[in-house]
């Protein structure tokens, strides 16, 4: 019998929202979780803004001060995101799932960056290195967040992290797909996590020229839109449950939607531009769509654009969904939530995942804020300003990373 993958929990930590519901009504009112950065000195520093998190309380996930202490901040929210999403699915591993078929593909595009940051400052300041802590390695390691979520919950099945810039947790989720639908597996925790807005990170990002230098927190994130001027860092985490069909209708599981195609390819072209001829980007939506059962005629399309707010981005991702559906393109209903919770790094592919399953759920379309001067080289269905109500059957996530990297996730209800 082939096997089919459904979602039954989701979590999230972002600017916007640490729940689902505050993320999801969040985004469908238009608010902007981008602010002036209060939590470090910017005075010095080209960028003064960014996707903080905000009134993030471990202990009320169940997460000890112990913990907290040991980890970088990108597993403490990768954890907070991951009990959210088990709670969320009734998942118990070794009571309704043997302990060695639940797995974990939780990822992170940077992994311990705070971490790393400070202990070198220690490292630089004593050269003998006795003031580095032995929590290091440990803590920094990309693969740490996936390690501690499976140590939690008991998944004994694959753990892996899989770490490809901006699509790190679509790729992510998509390998979860494959894991499940392949039969290696009955469930599989999986999505990202990041935390880079940090001195450095915005010191980095800021001098390879792809941060906006806006002032106003508010108009500063603007994809599609003449007035752009780069994207803006943001923290957070977001995780899903993805469990296979069978197994969750025989235990009474809600189940969100299916995830039905899936998508990667590589323009395998520069560093961190991307392939203006869109072909590797165009392959990876052809690869989703086709294994989702698109049907130009009767399918009523989602996207959830990658859509950063970077001239290139937006133009050569414009390009490749013309290309994909020709004279379909024109029918496609099309959002960048980034405009609201910013670029989330190795966590945006899963949190954008979230927001395209809600919208097929809910039949409400997120917007594109801040869109009032649209770009004349982007001539799609933005979604521009406000929500709109749409019976979509056919969602899709797209994720770009620097390096070339690109997948396409494809959802059903």
């Not at 009734?90 to 202990?119: K, P, Q």
């Not at 440990?138 to 919950?153: H, T």
């Not at 592919?349 to 009032?372: C, H, K, R, V, Y």
Request: aromatic letters at 8%; one cysteine or more; charged letters at 20%.
């Amino acid at each position: 019998m082939e096997r089919k993958v459904a979602v039954t929990g989701m979590g999230i930590i972002s600017c916007i929202g640490n729940d689902v519901n505050t993320f999801w009504s969040n985004l469908l009112d238009g608010v902007c979780g981008i602010d002036r950065i209060t939590e470090f000195p910017v005075e010095n520093l080209a960028v003064k803004i960014g996707g903080k998190i905000k009134d993030f309380d471990p202990a009320a996930y169940g997460i000890d001060k112990a913990f907290v202490r040991k980890q970088d901040k990108f597993t403490v929210y990768g954890m907070a995101a991951a009990i959210q999403a088990m709670q969320d699915s009734g998942l118990e591993s070794g009571t309704n799932i043997d302990r060695f078929r639940i797995g974990v593909n939780v990822s992170s595009g940077i992994g311990g960056f705070e971490t790393i940051y400070r202990e070198v400052c220690n490292m630089h300041e004593t050269p003998s290195g006795e003031w580095v802590s032995p929590s290091f390695v440990p803590s920094m390691i990309s693969n740490m967040a996936a390690a501690q979520i499976a140590i939690r919950f008991k998944a004994c099945g694959p753990c892996m992290n899989i770490s490809t810039a901006c699509a790190t947790s679509s790729h992510s989720i998509g390998e979860a797909y494959r894991t499940i639908l392949h039969g290696y597996a009955d469930a599989m925790i999986t999505g990202g996590t990041d935390h880079c807005t940090i001195p450095i990170g915005l010191a980095s990002f800021a001098n390879c020229k792809a941060l906006t230098r806006a002032e106003d927190p508010k108009y500063a994130c603007l994809p599609f839109n003449l007035n752009r001027g780069g994207f803006v860092l943001a923290d957070g985490a977001a995780v899903l449950i993805l469990e296979e069909y069978e197994h969750a209708i025989k235990r009474g599981a809600r189940i969100y939607a299916t995830v039905c195609g899936y998508g990667s390819s590589c323009d395998a072209f520069h560093a961190t531009a991307p392939d203006p001829e869109a072909a590797a980007q165009v392959q990876a939506i052809r690869l989703a769509c086709d294994q989702a059962g698109y049907e130009a005629e009767k399918d009523c399309v989602y996207v959830n654009a990658h859509g950063t707010g970077t001239r290139l981005n937006d133009i050569t991702e414009t390009t490749a969904l013309k290309k994909a559906f020709g004279e379909q393109s024109g029918r496609l209903h099309i959002s960048s939530t980034k405009s609201m919770h910013g670029h989330m790094m190795g966590a945006t592919g899963a949190a954008e995942a979230i927001a395209t399953i809600l919208t097929l759920d809910n039949s409400e379309i997120p917007p594109t804020i801040n869109l009032d001067t649209p770009d004349p080289e982007c001539d799609l269905d933005y979604t521009p300003n406000t929500k709109q109500k749409a019976g979509i059957t056919l969602g899709l996530s797209n994720s770009l990373g620097f390096g070339g990297h690109n997948a396409c996730l494809a959802f059903r209800k």
